[in-house]
DNA sequence: ACTTGTATTATAGTATTACTATACTTGCAG
DNA sequence: CTGCAAGTATAGTAATACTATAATACAAGT
């Protein structure tokens, strides 16, 4: 029986995550990593806080950048799974657009939970240390292996939107990959690279949104 | 007498690079980091390509962070350079507008220098690792000594011609950095995971470059 | 009750990384 | 010919990213 509704890749971690030691390593793993980032995140400060030791946690996954992928991927399969869900109650593909475009900008129900995590602190990690999952040698081998597919479900899942709204659209898939890079890019650049966005100055993700909606009822509306 | 047309900020580097050990870090380094990635990137490992030694290096760049953050301001500080250059010939602003996002998109006359490198060279650095300049925790502090002020005088400039195209468009600024970020993140797809793009079937630089002045048009016609 | 296996811990050890310190040499500029 | 900056040689340190081995604890199956 799957303790989940949605599991990531089983190829990631080295030992079933839902004993009560599984439990923990995920959720400290999160917090801590939020908190120091991923170069200075290290198995031995995360067994330290928790009260356990370095090897244990090896035990569970192979490296830090694993524990990153699995957590990018239960990212991406929840906010798939909110998106598609939201749309079943929408008949007009504009709309199904819109509301995913909110979704991925962060805006969902107070107290929703993905799996066991606070979907916040899941996008605060994508944001900042996300593209690390795969801005590396070993982007290949890895992408042989699946670790993306999640992610890049949701681009399709959206893509599949704008064709629905544009079907001549030449390009859906790129604009898709352009709204979700862009609706993380930005919430970064508004809180550390101010000049960057006129977003910067109220910090609402509702305002990212509304930018990313705006973009979208342009490419979509023409020809 | 300043050796380059433009440089980077002073204080990114210990000591003047003019010299011909300078000239043989900046080079040896920019194909080392390309052939092997930041991760694995070290001092030592340059040094020894170079036949000098790790402390030599240290000499020069407090560490290989600084030395990134090096290659992507000369990147960005040429760019500039070449649009702004570019953009005089033309009376027409959705011109200038285009003839930028060819540029971003690595569109560029055969054999172009940036100050003494190859600006492939620099445009594959900036592309595979150029986000780990400031995705780390360290960005606020790197930001205050204004170290990605090139990076975001390219995007306000491209602003300021979507502006003239478009007077009332109220988040230029967002779309410029929209189309900076894309240019890049859209070719990395576009080789390693294929799925997000469907400029991966050509993998083509112009068609990157028409899928944005496409989005251009469709941004900067509208009211 | 006894065995087997799995999970966790304890302890140790290694190669590499990312530096820092000190002192020596060499070449050239004043 | 003296001084100073650039480069080299050598050494050393704390931390990182693991791997190996063995001991313990506990739970399930026979």
Known sequence: ?????????????????????????????????????????????????????????YHYFANKQRLLQYYFQVYWLWLATHCKQ?????????????????????????????????????????????????LHKNVDSDNELKLFKPYKDLCAHIAGEVKACSPRAKHARSFATTLVEMAHSLEFAMHHLPALTEL????????????????????????
Chains 1, 2 share one sequence.
């Not at 439990?23 to 067994?47: C, D, P, Q, V, Y």
């Not at 993700?205 to 342009?218: H, M, S």
Request: aromatic fraction near 6%; proline fraction near 5%; hydrophobic fraction near 40%.
């Open 1 to 57: 029986m799957p303790r989940y509704l949605i599991d990531p890749d089983p190829g990631l971690a080295l030992r079933d995550l839902s004993s009560a030691m599984g439990t923990r390593i995920l959720s400290e793993g999160l917090a801590l990593m939020n908190e120091i980032g991923l170069e200075a995140f290290t198995f031995k400060k995360l067994a330290e806080r928790m009260g356990s030791t370095e090897v244990t946690v």
């Open 200 to 223: 910067s100055e109220k910090k609402d993700r509702k305002q990212l949104a509304a930018y990313l909606i705006d973009l979208a009822n342009r490419y979509v509306a023409q020809k």
């Open 86 to 134: 939201e749309g079943r109650n929408l008949a007009d593909p504009l709309e199904r657009l819109q509301g995913d475009i909110k979704a991925i900008c962060g805006i969902w129900p107070e107290n929703a939970r993905a799996n066991r995590f606070d979907p916040d602190d899941l996008r605060a990690l994508v944001i900042n240390e996300g593209s690390k999952s795969f």
